[in-house]
């Protein structure tokens, strides 16, 4: 068995690492630490199930002959990996940009200094002419310009430009990377958020509050946008516009939404630009910025605010099996089914979730015996059929399953998978 992992607290450099491994080394599967970047777990609720990710439990370690390990050279950093150290016949790979210190011999390794992993990586998926969705692509741009601050830190490389015009020509959506990032502020940032909250203009539209901030600025390109999400975060509003004047008449505008509600893309659509629900920017030209800023509101106010019902966007219930069955007949149920998840359910009655990454955990012939109902998952939290997306959204970043299950008076109606999110946020 072949197994990717890179060093706990994963950020996006090493999570994007990870998973454009899984394209080099096919058949191989990524494991993701237990402990993750707070954006990177808010990136991957909705967006796992496009990933071949597992946790570590779900691993037997016997059965692990080659380890790739991407973004770190120490032992130590991996999550409970240190019984693979004196694993006598593991091929080790090693993937990382940090030059200093380490301590994982490995049989082949790509260690150079340069702005981030994923441009390493970058070079050989490049030389295979591999494959990959334009969600991929944004992934390994925001895992690049994480690392490098936007290609602006001096550890960039002229390979780590070239990498981002890559992605960028495999269709990276900058609106989602720049939604997604943490940078730190340099002091030109910190004035124009301060200028920002000095005087936060702050309305109620639709039950929604929303922050619209008129500021002159310096041309600061793709750094606003981070100034425009801390914004949101410190004034706790549900959308926030910035209206950054860079030039008499010109204006550029930068929005962030929270998951639903206010629908940032149609916004900067009508003003000239484009994005998605929950970010967007335009560049509008020939109208005072005080224009702007009331147009916004005018654009937010036509929208219908209303929170829509999750039975919108709800998938069918997945299969369901009766809490006797054994482990040994659920995966096999699985397979034939050819799904990742199925209901427990006991006479009508939702009482458990079993999932491929349970399954993983039947490691002996006893525990294949075993009912479902010892390795089933407890404590679901469900959704009635009122409630709405935007509330379906915040409860699907704590939940490892990726699907919440929609019910009514004990009745399965229905789920609301990650998937189904992620096509209501990005597909107009």
């Known amino acids: 068995m072949d197994i990717i992992t890179t060093h706990n607290r994963t950020d996006f450099d090493a999570l994007a690492s990870v998973v454009a491994a899984t394209f080099l080394y096919p058949g191989a599967v990524g494991v993701l630490p237990s402990i993750v970047q707070p954006n990177v777990r808010r990136f991957l609720s909705i967006h796992r199930g496009i990933f071949r990710l597992q946790g570590p439990e779900t691993i037997d370690w016997n059965s692990v002959t080659r380890l790739v390990v991407v973004d770190t050279n120490s032992w130590k ?9 004196k694993k006598k016949d593991l091929e080790v ?15 082949w390794k790509c260690h150079e ?8 990586m970058t ?28 290609l602006s830190l001096p550890s960039v490389k002229p390979e780590d430009a070239q990498a981002a015009a890559y992605f960028l020509e495999n269709g990276a959506d900058l609106h989602v990377a720049s939604a997604f990032l943490t940078v730190s502020f340099d002091q030109s940032q910190k004035d124009v958020l301060t200028r920002m909250l000095a005087d936060p203009r702050i309305v109620a539209v639709g039950g929604l509050r929303v922050g619209v901030a008129v500021v002159a600025v310096q041309d600061q390109g793709g750094m606003l946008s981070s100034v425009v999400e801390k914004y949101r975060e410190i004034t706790g509003v549900d959308a926030a516009f910035g209206v950054f004047l860079t030039a008499p008449e010109r204006s550029v505008v930068i929005g962030r939404g929270g998951f639903g509600g206010v629908d940032v893309g149609s916004v900067m659509r009508s003003l000239g630009g484009g994005g998605h629900p929950g970010a ?21 106010d036509e929208q219908d605010q209303t929170d829509p019902s999750v039975t919108r966007i709800m998938s069918s219930a997945p ?38 990454v349970d399954c993983a955990k039947v490691k002996s012939q006893a525990q294949e015996r075993s009912p479902v109902k ?55």
């Open 77 to 85: 950093r991996l999550d409970r990996l240190d019984h693979l150290q």
């Open 93 to 107: 790979i090693l993937w990382d940009h940090h030059v200093s210190g380490g301590d994982i011999a490995a049989d």
């Open 113 to 120: 200094e340069i702005g981030a992993t994923i441009t390493l």
């Open 123 to 150: 070079r050989e998926l490049r030389a295979r002419d591999s494959a990959f969705a334009p969600m991929h692509a944004t992934l390994f741009l925001v895992g690049l310009y994480e690392d490098t601050g936007s």
């Open 280 to 300: 967007g920017s335009a560049l509008v030209k020939s109208t005072a910025p005080e224009a702007v800023s009331e147009r916004i509101l005018e654009l937010i």
């Open 319 to 356: 299969p369901s099996l009766p809490p006797e069955t054994s482990m040994k007949e659920a995966i096999a149920f699985l397979e034939e089914k050819r799904t990742t998840v199925v209901l427990v359910m006991d006479q009508g009655r939702l009482i458990g979730l079993l999932s491929s």
């Open 374 to 428: 010892a390795f089933m998952r407890t404590g679901l939290r469900t959704l009635s059929p009122r409630q709405g997306i935007r509330e379906a959204g915040r409860l699907m970043a704590n939940e490892e399953t990726g699907i919440l299950v929609v019910t009514e008076e004990d009745t399965v109606l229905g789920v609301v998978t990650s998937s189904d999110l992620m096509i209501h946020l990005y597909v107009p």
